[in-house]
């Protein structure tokens, strides 16, 4: 049954990332495009907008199907993670918790599912499982996390400063 129950999550937050992903990249299911998303990207005021935005939504599109499949793990994961930790400080945190209000309550739950998923591995239903593929752990599991928080923090770093209404005029 827990191969059951792993093969359910990671399929399920797998598709929902990669589809978020795919609204960016190819603007499928009223998303933005890459032309929309790099724009957006440019409001965020991550610099430069253009890679950072192709790093993002590809991110979520193969960290997602990658997720999905159960195929290289934990990668998927951290990849989704570096994208929802992204979007929860440059968006979501100045507007709360509840996603009603535009908050991270929709990101935190992805997070914690991506990263309870790369602790516990993808299970027996996985390409993983089935190409005989297993990743060192936890080498890989401590150089991700630090791949993690460095690409997180020059993500973030790279923002330039706010401009105020009163530097404007």
């Given at each position: 049954?827990?191969?059951?129950?792993?093969?359910?999550?990671?399929?399920?937050?797998?598709?929902?990332?990669?589809?978020?992903?795919?609204?960016?990249?190819?603007?499928?299911?009223?998303?933005?495009?890459?032309?929309?998303?790099?724009?957006?990207?440019?409001?965020?005021?991550?610099?430069?907008?253009?890679?950072?935005?192709?790093?993002?939504?590809?991110?979520?599109?193969?960290?997602?199907?990658?997720?999905?499949?159960?195929?290289?793990?934990?990668?998927?994961?951290?990849?989704?993670?570096?994208?929802?930790?992204?979007?929860?400080?440059?968006?979501?945190?100045?507007?709360?918790?509840?996603?009603?209000k535009g908050g991270y309550e929709f990101n935190l739950s992805i997070l914690a599912a991506v990263a309870a998923l790369a602790l516990i591995g993808p299970g027996a239903l996985s390409l993983d499982r089935v190409l005989n593929i297993s990743l060192p752990e936890p080498v890989t599991l401590i150089v991700l996390t630090i791949a993690l928080i460095v690409g997180v923090a020059v993500t973030l770093g790279s923002r330039r400063a706010e401009v105020s209404q009163a530097q404007v005029a």
């Open positions: 049954m827990t191969a059951v129950g792993l093969l359910i999550l990671r399929v399920t937050i797998g598709l929902i990332v990669a589809a978020h992903g795919a609204q960016k990249l190819f603007g499928w299911w009223s998303g933005p495009g890459m032309k929309g998303w790099v724009q957006m990207v440019e409001k965020l005021r991550i610099r430069p907008a253009r890679p950072w935005a192709w790093v993002a939504a590809l991110a979520e599109l193969v960290g997602g199907l990658m997720l999905a499949t159960g195929l290289l793990s934990p990668l998927g994961s951290f990849a989704i993670a570096g994208s929802m930790l992204v979007a929860i400080a440059t968006v979501h945190l100045p507007r709360g918790f509840w996603v009603t």
